[in-house]
Structures are given as C-alpha cells and as structure tokens.
C-alpha cells in the first residue's frame, strides 16, 4: 500500500464515522502525521470523543487510552506510580494512560493546572520523568485533547506552555440539518463504531510520518511562514506572540497535508489554510484589547491579509 493510498483510506475510513467534517478530519489526520498533537474547543455532543475513537479503531493494532479530566485528577493519575511489593520489598513501576499510541484527554480543562500540566514533557519529548526515571514512550503518542469553552462553569484555561505544546486547535461545530438527519439514520441499529475495521497499521501510520519530510517546502515559503509568526511579535496588543515552535509546526503540519492532498510540495494555500489553527491559540491579548473585542483569530486573519505572498 502506497503513502496516498494508506492516507485515503484513513481518512474515508474516519469520515465514514464523522459525517460532514472531512476538511477538519483531514487536518486532524494530518497533524498526527506530523507529529503533533491536537485541541478541540467544541460544545458538547458534537462529536469530538467519537472522532477520537474513530481514528484508533481505524488503525490496526494501536493502542487508545481514555482519561477522563476531573478537578481531584491527580498528575499520577496520568503519567503512573510506583508501587511497594510487600513481597520482594521493590517498587514496580505501573505506567499510567500516558503510554499508548492514542490518547483522548476528554474535558482537559477540568483538571487543575497541576494535573494539566503533566502532560507537558510527554507531548513536547516524548518522555516522563516519574520520581526522578525517565520512561521513554514508545509507540505513535499522538495526544488528541477536548475541552469546552472556558466560558463554562468548572473549567481552568491551560496554562500558556500547555497550550504551546498542541500543533493546532480547532472545533467541528454544528453540522447541517441533513447531516444530522443522516447521523440519526446511522444510528438507528447501533453505533457505527461497532462495525469500523481498521483500515491500515501501525506501520503505515510510521511510513507515512517517515515520507512527511520528504514532501518539498521552497525557502520562500519557509521564510513566509516565520513571517508570519514575526508579524505576531510586532503588535503592542499581543501579550504572548508565537514562538518558534508555532513556525516549526505550521511547516511540519503544511507538508504533512500536502501528502495527504497528494502532492509532493507545499503551496501557500496550505499554509494560509492552516495559519489560523495553529497561530491562534498560541496568542495572548493583552486585557485592554481583549475587551475591545480582538482575538487571536482576528490577529492572524489580519496578518495574513497584511503579509506578502511569495509568488
């Protein structure tokens, strides 16, 4: 099975799933590929846990964990802990939902910073440091975070770092009236999870990583997009511009959905479309200008109206 073929199926496998969404799955997709991991920001019940579970069930023989964020969610709750064994008198480590090839962190922000920020060295190294050893994790790792918007009672926005730390965040919003009436006739006999096989492997999901790299990105449009990443250091209402990282993500994400578009090299509209899910949420606007109504979205909507196009 070729890179193109291994990255359709995927993706009709999932849409099969998640009815009247198949950009934002195929961004998903593609921001697993990359090495990434992903936030979704959404209302309730709009599919976002499905969506995970669609994208394990889809890959055979990976392995999907769930944690469940609570307010007395503890950080060993996540990355595990070692345990006495009465009888030998060692501790035997019991690794926690952390190592697994997928993981759903559901309602992320309705732990407490603490918790939250336990998955900050697993997402950015691949790694915890549990009292004091550090545990390599094996395997995909690819961290797919929901959480409601911090508008609701009961929820602590994650802390700049954490939110530094996912390649991109994104919603899937309300799907049409048709849509829906066809996601009640999928459902009528049963959920259709139950009946997803797994469409490629776990190798195919590292092949396609390995040809991410592969995928051509001109020097032009490198320096375009720390242009754009520059530009959000150069405005007095941004409190918190886009780092580094925000660069090196935009490029890996932008030649991770080249593949699966099927092209060899990276345009600048794919750039352009994925600017404002990876920029935005790194953001932070100063107060004043909070209140006048700026958001980050509206801060990379103005960049990249305001930043030349390499031709």
């Known amino acids: 099975m070729t890179t193109t073929d291994s990255a359709k199926h995927l993706e009709r496998a999932v849409s099969s799933i998640i009815k009247g969404q198949e950009q934002t799955i195929r961004n998903i997709l593609a921001c697993m590929i990359s090495g990434g991991h992903v936030l979704l920001e959404d209302n309730p019940g709009t599919g976002k846990t499905t969506l995970a579970k669609a994208i394990a069930g889809s890959i055979s023989g990976a392995v ?97 770092a954490q939110m530094d730390r996912f390649t991109m965040q994104c919603s899937l919003g309300y799907v049409t009236a048709e849509q829906e009436v066809d996601i009640l006739a999928a459902q009528n006999q049963g959920h259709p999870l139950d009946t997803l096989d797994p469409v490629v492997t776990l190798e195919d999901i590292h092949t396609l990583q390995a040809a991410v790299s592969n995928v051509r990105i001109s020097d032009e449009l490198r320096r375009y997009i720390v242009a754009l990443s520059n530009a959000t250091r150069e405005i007095d209402e941004v409190q918190l511009s886009a780092s580094p990282r925000a660069s090196l993500s935009l490029m890996k994400l932008s030649q991770a959905l080249s593949l699966f578009e099927g092209r060899e090299f990276v345009t600048p509209e794919t750039i352009q479309e994925l600017a404002l899910d990876v920029i935005a949420h790194r953001l932070i606007i100063t107060p004043e200008a909070k209140f006048n109504g700026m958001t980050g979205r509206a801060v990379v909507e103005s960049i990249l109206e305001n930043t030349p196009i390499p031709v």
């Open 64 to 160: 999907f964990n769930r944690i469940q964020f609570t307010p007395d969610l503890l950080p060993s709750d996540i990355l595990g802990v070692s345990i006495l064994n009465q009888k030998t008198s060692e501790f035997r480590f019991h690794p926690g939902p952390v190592f697994t090839d997928i993981l759903l962190a559901d309602e992320i922000n309705r732990a407490s910073p603490r918790t939250q920020s336990a998955l900050l060295e697993s997402m950015a190294e691949r790694q915890a440091t549990i009292e004091g050893t550090c545990h390599d994790l094996d395997g995909l790792f690819f961290v797919i975070a929901t959480q409601n918007p911090v508008e609701f009672r009961g929820t602590y926005p994650l802390p700049e």
